[in-house]
């Protein structure tokens, strides 16, 4: 059995926290850290089988029988969590987008190659069949050359 802790505990951590409880056999999340940690987080937590809460995500990182991390604090925490967590020895799932700075990606990318780490960044549109379909017009040349595709999507509905 794999453990994993995940790093935030909000809209996003739930998802994935529901998840790996309800769908992912070979998993447990042992661990789940939020800064706001309070009595209803906890209570969802200890729901879905969490052995642990904490406000600090060291007690993640320092767990060795946590083998991975879920990185799901906002956004300008990624890059920053992800190399300690790296760093830490654990395997990452990190939240879109690593960050909004290049540089921090190359550093981030720069410290997985270093500790052979593996780590995913969680972008499900690349699953979506809109996407897909889109991307199979291109390839067709459908709408003549593509020089750059923006599109806008959001969630079907607000956080709670």
């Known amino acids: 059995m794999i453990k994993v802790g995940i790093i935030g505990a909000g809209r996003i951590g739930h998802v994935h926290g529901e998840s790996i409880s309800k769908i992912v056999k070979n998993a447990t999340v042992k661990t789940i850290a939020d800064p706001f940690m309070n009595e209803k987080i906890e209570a969802w937590a200890k729901s879905i089988g ?16 946590i083998e991975a991390v879920l990185i799901c604090a906002s956004t300008d925490q990624h890059a920053p969590v992800s190399i300690e967590a790296l760093r830490a020895g654990k395997h990452v799932f990190c939240e879109k ?32 069949h809109n996407f897909r379909a889109i991307h ?24 709670p």
């Open 50 to 65: 969490v052995e642990k809460t904490t406000k600090d995500y060291h007690d993640i990182l320092s767990d060795p029988e």
């Open 97 to 128: 987008p690593i960050d909004h700075d290049v540089e921090k990606i190359k550093e981030v990318l720069a410290v997985v190659k270093e500790t052979g780490k593996k780590y995913q960044v969680g972008f499900n549109r690349r699953f979506d």
């Open 136 to 159: 199979e017009a291109v390839k067709a040349g459908k709408g003549g050359k593509q020089q750059i595709i923006k599109i806008t999507s959001r969630d079907p509905e607000p956080p």
